[in-house]
T-cell receptor, first 111, second 113 residues
Framework: GEDVEQSLFLSVREGDSSVINCTYT??????LYWYKQEPGAGLQLLTY?????DMKQDQRLTVLLNKKDKHLSLRIADTQTGDSAIYFC???????????FGSGTRLQVQP | GAGVSQSPSNKVTEKGKDVELRCDPI?????LYWYRQSLGQGLEFLIY????????KSGLPSDRFSAERTGGSVSTLTIQRTQQEDSAVYLC???????????FGAGTRLSVL
């Protein structure tokens, strides 16, 4: 497809793991990113992964990259109510500095 | 400051008026980006500055939109003769010369009445 695709909504219970999935378009993208946006706020860079890596772990966050399928996922362990936000996947297409974003996944964490 | 600073945080204007939005990047960052976030279009790239190179203006939606970056630091995005469809959140990001890690400001919410 032409767009970076994400599911629109995910609901989990507090303490469970959340997995947010993304399909990107450019197999040559150097970096792939996850940003978090809370209501009324800008985009907070959560983590990014370099294209020569399969996995990156940072505290409660685990990023998995499957270059063959152009699939990126973000796992949040022990999800908390403060994790409720919109999560954007983004890619850095070949030859461009501008990022291409998905439409965002709204994560709702229920107590 | 420690992060990307944008002003104003909110701007309400009347259709047909001009507006200027300001971005102060992270100190030392040579790359600066403007994006627009609207309900219908998601996050769209507008323009990119890198040092003294000519900017990449490929994302600007019309000739009513322009941007400049003075002294390699502060940038101003100008929208002339605003239209209702210009209503959106305008986000600025900055990054270092190498790599492509972009850090965003809180944005300016523009409402055109």
């Amino acid at each position: 497809g032409e767009d970076v695709e994400q599911s629109l909504f995910l609901s989990v219970r507090e303490g469970d793991s959340s997995v947010i999935n993304c399909t990107y378009t450019d197999s040559s993208s150097t970096y792939l990113y996850w940003y978090k946006q809370e209501p009324g706020a800008g985009l907070q860079l959560l983590t990014y992964i370099f294209s020569n890596m399969d996995m990156k772990q940072d505290q409660r966050l685990t990023v998995l990259l499957n270059k063959k399928d152009k699939h990126l996922s973000l796992r949040i362990a022990d999800t908390q109510t403060g994790d409720s936000a919109i999560y954007f996947c983004a890619e850095s297409p070949t030859g461009r500095r501008a990022l291409t974003f998905g439409s965002g996944t709204r994560l709702q964490v229920q107590p | 400051g420690a992060g990307v600073s944008q002003s104003p945080s909110n701007k309400v204007t009347e259709k047909g008026k001009d507006v200027e939005l300001r971005c102060d990047p992270i100190s030392g960052h040579t790359a600066l980006y403007w994006y627009r976030q609207s309900l219908g279009q998601g996050l769209e790239f507008l323009i990119y500055f890198q040092g003294n190179s000519a900017p990449d203006k490929s994302g600007l939606p019309s000739d009513r939109f322009s941007a400049e970056r003075t002294g390699g630091s502060v940038s101003t995005l100008t929208i002339q003769r605003t239209q209702q469809e210009d209503s959106a959140v305008y986000l600025c990001a900055s990054g270092a010369t190498s790599g492509n890690i972009q850090y965003f400001g809180a944005g300016t919410r523009l409402s055109v009445l």
